[in-house]
């Protein structure tokens, strides 16, 4: 089954937030970080726990990033396309490697797509990638979100844990509370809805309930309000997480399907607001 690739590097580069750094504090130091003798972060210190025993997943975190030489590879000429667009702070080289595509991982033959959802791939991919990101009633939902080129900041609570994106400028809550997820949902969401438990060191999070108007990577892999994820999130010391997203979406296909994307701690960082009003690069990417 032929899949569309089209339209990967552009909509990558959209002006989710046009920062190079991420500071507004440039001489504040956050409390409880643990210091090396030099006085940086010391990312390989124990993680921090909260009160009741748990690692505590608070902090400003980026998803490893991926070479400008390895996205040549695994993309080929559109990356040299890209390369000519000046994005301050969304350079090719900061995003992560399922950015572009979720599926990165399976061979053209090992095709899971349904034909439906290659149809709809191909409706997504015939929207205005110029026009996207401020497009009323469009957002662009997770995993993409951090995937791109802005970190998240995750905020983590006694009974529900907060995923703040500064792509898009959305939020998720995690419930934490000890609730489960309904059968069925009256309002679907665009992030669906979460609910987390602890496996020993780890949080897991089953999320439901989604509409059918985000896309998977910016490939624009679809997917289905039928859609359930999970996640795994795990802090295996102050300065690194590991993370898994599982995909189940049996309307668009054929099997499940799991991504691992490491994360960094940013500590002393913030993230940014962004909004559509402050989006400068639109005017310097290529019309097509």
């Known amino acids: 089954m032929s899949i569309p690739n089209s339209g990967w590097p552009l909509v990558v580069l959209l002006a989710w937030a046009a920062s190079p750094a991420h500071t507004q504090w440039s001489d504040f130091r956050e409390p409880g970080v643990p210091r090396t ?15 009741d025993g748990k690692p505590d997943l608070s902090g400003v975190w980026m998803h490893e990033t991926t070479t400008v030489a390895e996205m040549r590879r695994l993309y080929g000429s559109r990356i040299d396309e890209a390369l ?7 350079e090719i080289g900061t995003q992560h490697r399922y950015s572009g595509n979720i599926l990165l991982d399976f061979k053209p033959e090992e095709s899971m797509m349904r034909p439906q959802a290659v149809e709809q791939m191909r ?9 996207d990101a401020c497009t009323p009633g ?3 939902g997770f995993p993409l979100a951090d995937l791109v080129s802005e970190p998240i900041q995750i905020v983590q609570a006694p009974r529900i844990t907060m995923i703040l994106y500064e792509a898009g400028n959305f939020h998720r809550l995690i419930h934490t509370d000890g609730r ?14 979460s609910a987390g438990h602890w496996e020993g060191d780890t949080l897991v999070v089953e999320t439901a309930g989604f509409n059918d108007k985000t896309w998977l990577d910016a490939i624009r892999h679809p997917h289905s ?13 102050f300065g690194h997480m590991d993370y898994e997203i599982r995909f189940d979406d049996p309307k668009m296909y054929t099997k499940p399907f799991s991504v691992k994307v490491p994360h960094e701690l940013l500590p002393d960082t913030d993230i940014f607001e962004n909004y559509c009003e402050n989006e400068k690069d639109s005017a310097h990417l290529p019309k097509r």
Do not use: C, I
């Open 37 to 51: 003798r030099a006085g940086n972060a010391n990312l390989t210190a124990p993680a921090p726990k909260t009160a």
């Open 84 to 90: 000519k667009v000046d994005a301050p702070g969304m």
């Open 123 to 131: 409706r997504n991919q015939a929207v205005n990638h110029l026009a």
């Open 138 to 140: 469009f957002s662009m």
């Open 180 to 193: 489960t997820l309904p059968k069925e949902f009256d309002l679907p969401a665009f992030n669906g809805y």
């Open 225 to 237: 309000d039928a859609l359930r994820t999970v996640e795994r999130f795990r802090r295996r010391d």
